[in-house]
C-alpha cells in the first residue's frame, strides 16, 4: 500500500520559515511526480508546487512564488518543501500526493484529481 507522511509543520510568525517534509514509503518514488497541496478552513484544496521525478522541473503557485522552494532526494525517497517569508495566509493544512503513472508535472499539476495518493497532511500557522 503507497504511503506518504508529511512532517515539518508548525507555528511560525509572520516572516519566518519553515521546512516540511514528506517520506514516501510502498511507492515508485523516483518514478513519480510529487506535489504539495494546502487547504485552509473554508477553501478548496491548491496546488502549492510540484516537481517532476527526476527533480529538474519545479512549478509554483503565483502566491508562493520566490517564497517557496519544492526539491526532492530520490535516494530518500523524501520531498521538501522550504517556506521562507510566511505570510498569516500561507495557514493552512499542508498535503502531499504523488502520481506515480506520469513523472511529468504538465499543466494539470494542480488538479487534485489527478493525484491517488496522499499524506495525512501537517498543519502549518502563521500568525500576524
Known amino acids: 500500500q503507497e504511503q506518504l507522511m508529511e512532517s515539518g509543520g508548525g507555528l511560525v510568525q509572520a516572516g519566518g520559515s519553515l521546512r516540511l517534509s514528506c517520506t514516501a514509503s510502498?511507492?515508485?518514488?523516483?518514478?513519480?511526480?510529487m506535489v504539495w497541496f494546502r487547504q485552509a478552513p473554508g477553501k478548496e484544496r491548491e496546488g502549492v508546487s510540484c516537481i517532476n521525478r527526476s527533480g529538474l522541473a519545479t512549478w509554483y503557485a503565483d502566491s508562493v512564488k520566490g517564497r517557496f522552494t519544492i526539491s526532492r532526494d530520490n535516494a530518500k525517497n523524501t520531498l521538501y518543501l522550504q517556506m521562507n517569508n510566511l505570510e498569516p495566509e500561507d495557514t493552512a493544512m499542508y498535503y502531499c500526493?504523488?502520481?506515480?503513472?506520469?513523472?511529468?508535472?504538465?499543466?494539470?499539476?494542480?488538479?487534485?484529481?489527478?493525484?491517488?495518493?496522499w499524506g495525512q497532511g501537517t498543519q502549518v500557522t502563521v500568525s500576524s
Open positions: 510502498q511507492l515508485s518514488f523516483d518514478a513519480a511526480v
Open positions: 500526493a504523488a502520481d506515480t503513472l506520469d513523472g511529468y508535472c504538465r499543466g494539470s499539476w494542480y488538479t487534485a484529481t489527478r493525484y491517488r495518493s
